[in-house]
C-alpha cells in the first residue's frame, strides 16, 4: 500500500519550452483534468476524470514499469496533445479570470478526495478510455482497437441523452465528398431527372421534354402544378441532389467512459467509484503502489504447476533413471524462492511427490486468480540426439505469448539452450486456467548429455533464475 509520503515524479515533454521537465503526478493531475471535461460538471464526474487521468499516467511512467511516451521517447508523458489534452495552470488564469479560485479548487479536492487512486484489471493498470458522449451505448473495444479488451466492453446508457453532442447534423454537399475520396458521382443530364426513391420521380415527359406527370412522395401532380408551387420557371426541368445531410448520434470513440453520462449519474447521487465501475467492466480501483527497485514484481501473484507427480505419474525417465516428476518439482521449489525474493506471492500445485490430477491443479489457479500460471516439464523423443526448449501457450494468449518469449529468450541467453520456440497448444490446462498460462518443455530427459547436467545441483537453480528473470523483464515491460 501506498504510504502517503512520497509524491512521484516523472519525466513530461513540453512542447512550450522544448524540453523535458520533471513534474510531480499529483500536481500534473489537475491541469490534465481541466483540459480533458467540462469544469461545471458535477465533482463525482471530475473525480472520475481525476482517477482516469492519474491511471494514463502511472501507465505509461517507466518507474510504473510504464512504456513511455511512444512520440518522445525519452519522456513518460508529452504535454502536446499526443498522451492527453493538457492545459498549464497559467493559461487557465487567463481563461477562467474570476473564476480560476473557485474552478482550481474543484480540481485539488477530486484530487485530494481519490488520492493515489487508480483503476486495475488483474492487478495490471488499464488504458483509461473516454469520450464525450455514447448516445445510448458505448462500444466493444474489437469495433474500434482491431482487438479485444476485456474491460471495454458495451454498457448501455441512456444518461447521456441530455448532451449537447447527443444528436448532430452535418450537411456536406456531394462535391465536396467527390473531392474527399477522390470519386466522381455519376452526373445527370440537367433535364433529366433521376428518380429518387420515396422522394421524387418522373412519371411521364413529352417528347421535347416537358414533364407532364411526377411524383413527389405518395403524390402524383401534373408538371405544371409542380412548377408553379416550387416557383420553378419551365416545366422543362431535371433535379440532382448535390447536399447530403448525416446525423450523428454521440461524440468520439465510444470505448470506456462516457462523460455526459458520467455526469448526469453524478447528477443523480452517484459516486465517482461506482461510475467507473459501471463504464469499465470488472476494474478494480486501487492505491497505487511505490515502484520497489528492489522487489521488482511486488504482489505479483504467480501458480507453479510442476509436472507428474506419485508413484501412478512419474513422466519421463532418463538413461541415468533421473525421473520429470523429480526433476520439474525441484525447479518449481527453485523458482518459487527466486520469485519470493523479488517480491511475488506464489503457490505451488504440488510441494511433494504426491499425484495430483489436472482438474484439481486447474481448480486450485481459477480460485487464486494468479497473475500467471506456469506448468514445468521435461520433454522426451525417441531420438537421444534431439534436445531443446519449447513454451507453449493457449491460442489468443497474447499476454503468454509475451511472457514466452521473454522467458525463452533469458533461458537461450543464460542456460545457451537451444530455442526451439514459442508455440500454440491447447493442453488441458492451458485451456482450463482462466489466466495467462504457459507450459515450459524446459529440456529433454531423453537426450542423455542434457540429462547429466541436472545430476549437478545448481542446474535446477540456474534454471529457475533464468526463467524468474524473463518474469521480471515481462513486468518492466508490460504495458
Ligand atoms: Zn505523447
Ligand atoms: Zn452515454
Ligand atoms: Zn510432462
Not at 525474493?341 to 490430477?357: F, M, N, Q, S
Amino acid at each position: 500500500m501506498n504510504n502517503g509520503k512520497n509524491s512521484v515524479s516523472i519525466k513530461v515533454y513540453d512542447k512550450k519550452r522544448n524540453s523535458l521537465v520533471n513534474r510531480q503526478i499529483d500536481e500534473l493531475i489537475p491541469e490534465l483534468v481541466a483540459a480533458q471535461i467540462n469544469i461545471d460538471f458535477q465533482l463525482e464526474a471530475i473525480k472520475c476524470q481525476t482517477i482516469i487521468v492519474r491511471t494514463a499516467l502511472i501507465r505509461k511512467a517507466r518507474a510504473f514499469g510504464g512504456k513511455g511516451c511512444s512520440k518522445h521517447k525519452e519522456a513518460d508523458f508529452c504535454l502536446e496533445g499526443h498522451c492527453g489534452k493538457w492545459i498549464s495552470k497559467e493559461e487557465l488564469k487567463k481563461k477562467w479570470e474570476k473564476d480560476f479560485d473557485r474552478n482550481w479548487e474543484k480540481l485539488l479536492k477530486a484530487e485530494e478526495e481519490t488520492k493515489y487512486l487508480v483503476m486495475t484489471f488483474n492487478n495490471k493498470v488499464i488504458d483509461p478510455r473516454f469520450h464525450s458522449t455514447c448516445g445510448g451505448a458505448t462500444d466493444n473495444s474489437e469495433n474500434v482497437d482491431d482487438y479485444n479488451t476485456a474491460y471495454l466492453r458495451k454498457v448501455l446508457c441512456n444518461y447521456c441523452i441530455d448532451s449537447p453532442c447527443w444528436k448532430n447534423i452535418k450537411e456536406l454537399n456531394t462535391d465536396e465528398i467527390e473531392e474527399k475520396f477522390n470519386v466522381r458521382f455519376k452526373k445527370l443530364s440537367s433535364l433529366n431527372g433521376a428518380n429518387i426513391e420515396g422522394m421524387i420521380e418522373e412519371i411521364e415527359r413529352d417528347e421535347e421534354g416537358r414533364v407532364k406527370k411526377i411524383k413527389v412522395g405518395d403524390k402524383i401532380l401534373k408538371g405544371t402544378d409542380f412548377c408553379e408551387c416550387l416557383g420553378l420557371d419551365s416545366t422543362r426541368f431535371g433535379w440532382e441532389p448535390v447536399v447530403l445531410r448525416f446525423e450523428t448520434r454521440g461524440k468520439g470513440h465510444g470505448l470506456g467512459l462516457c462523460q455526459y453520462g458520467a455526469n448526469s449519474i453524478a447528477e443523480q447521487g452517484g459516486k465517482a467509484q461506482e461510475i467507473l465501475k459501471y463504464y469499465y467492466t470488472g476494474i478494480d480501483i486501487k492505491k497505487y503502489e511505490m515502484p520497489d527497485r528492489n522487489r521488482p514484481i511486488n504482489n505479483k501473484v504467480i501458480v507453479i504447476d510442476p509436472g507428474h507427480g506419485g508413484e501412478e505419474n512419474v513422466g519421463v525417465i532418463g538413461q541415468h533413471k533421473l525421473m520429470e516428476k523429480d526433476i520439474s518439482l525441484s525447479i518449481a521449489l527453485d523458482l518459487k524462492r527466486e520469485l519470493e525474493d523479488l517480491g511475488a506471492k506464489v503457490i505451488l500445485t504440488r510441494e511433494d511427490d504426491v499425484y495430483i490430477p489436472l482438474s484439481s491443479r486447474a481448480r486450485t489457479a481459477n480460485k487464486i486468480r494468479p497473475n500467471f500460471f506456469i506448468s514445468i516439464h521435461m520433454n522426451s523423443f525417441t531420438n537421444p540426439n534431439i534436445s531443446g526448449t519449447e513454451i507453449y501457450h493457449y491460442r489468443g494468449d497474447k499476454e503468454g505469448e509475451v511472457m514466452a518469449n521473454f522467458i525463452i529468450k533469458n533461458m537461450e541467453k543464460e542456460l545457451r539452450i537451444v530455442n526451439k520456440g514459442v508455440k500454440i497448444a491447447d493442453f488441458y490446462l492451458l485451456k482450463t486456467v482462466t489466466t495467462s498460462a504457459l507450459h515450459i518443455e524446459v529440456e529433454y530427459l531423453t537426450n542423455p548429455e542434457e540429462e547429466r547436467k541436472f545430476l549437478n545441483n545448481d542446474y535446477t537453480k540456474r534454471i529457475a533464475r533464468s526463467i524468474a528473470n524473463g518474469i521480471t523483464e515481462y513486468y518492466k515491460y508490460q504495458i
